[in-house]
């Protein structure tokens, strides 16, 4: 499970049930329950996520989370899911830390509600982030 508590903002993803793909790991779908939390609305939903793109996620957010503790020069990491309900961007700033731009979408319709916000992350966050990507990832069928 995923948890960013930041303020009174929470993002919590928590992982429910995986699809097995014969052979292909990393072409496995995990289902997750994702919520985030304002004090003023509450948005909860399921999304699906391949055990591949999460796992390029996990690597690609080591990387940053290792140049944010040695104090080198950060690229920005984008996850756009594959079925596009959950975005994520990573922009490191001048503080030893991230902002994270999130855009979440319950349903694939246009009508659907888009909710878009940003939270400022240090590099304390990172150990919990990549452990719960981590659990996710190996989320058992």
Do not use: H
């Not at 040695?70 to 490191?92: H, T, Y």
Request: net charge negative.
């Amino acid at each position: 499970m995923i948890e960013i508590i930041k303020d009174k903002k929470i993002l919590r993803i928590t992982p429910f049930q995986r699809e097995n793909t014969p052979d292909i790991p990393e072409s496995d779908w995990i289902q997750v329950y994702v919520e985030y939390m304002l004090p003023e609305i509450k948005i909860q939903y399921q999304a699906s996520f391949t055990a591949g793109e999460l796992n390029l996620l996990k690597n690609n957010l080591t990387g940053l989370y290792m140049n944010l503790v040695k104090g080198k020069i950060a690229n920005e990491i984008v996850f756009d899911s594959m079925e596009n309900q959950l975005n994520l961007i990573f922009s490191p700033s001048l503080r030893k830390g991230v902002l994270l731009t999130l855009t979440l979408r319950p349903e694939n319709s246009a009508e659907s509600i888009i909710v878009s916000d940003c939270l400022g992350m240090d590099e304390s966050y990172f150990p919990a982030l990549l452990s719960g990507l981590n659990e996710i990832i190996n989320w058992p069928s």
